[in-house]
């Protein structure tokens, strides 16, 4: 994971149309975000063997994110590569009933390595997201 300072933190913004002003720049709500708290992801690249994200954080500050009055704070952005194994996992276990389910392999660095070319294309990603989102 490598931090990308940027004005955006600490901003607060009305999720619903922070949603709409960011969809149309490649970002998107990660999966991962419950009522309190969330991310925009935007997939920088999808290798072979991983993804590369530029990950901005935000948490509700006023109401919950499934409610379309919701406030939010955003917090510093930052870049996650997640590299995963290729093939089968050797030390899985599923029965029937958890293949349903578990069907992926175990990721073999949920936090891997950014490499330099992504950490350049994040930091002008951010330069982005601050001259839409931020007045002069």
Aim: charge should be negative; hydrophobic fraction near 35%.
């Amino acid at each position: 994971m490598v931090e990308i300072p940027s004005k955006v933190k600490g901003a607060h913004f009305n999720l619903y149309k922070l949603e709409q002003q960011l969809e149309p720049m490649g970002y998107m709500i990660g999966g991962n975000w419950d009522y309190d708290h969330g991310y925009f992801d935007y997939k920088m690249d999808a290798e072979n063997k991983g993804y590369h994200f530029l990950r901005i954080p935000f948490k509700a500050i006023d109401g919950q994110l499934d409610s379309r009055n919701c406030t939010v704070e955003c917090g510093n952005p930052f870049i996650l590569s997640h590299i995963y194994q290729i093939g089968l996992d050797d030390h899985a276990y599923t029965s029937n009933f958890t293949a349903s389910f578990d069907q992926f392999s175990e990721p073999v660095d949920k936090d891997g390595m950014v490499p330099d070319e992504y950490v350049v294309a994040g930091k002008a990603l951010v330069q982005e997201l601050e001259s839409n989102l931020l007045p002069d």
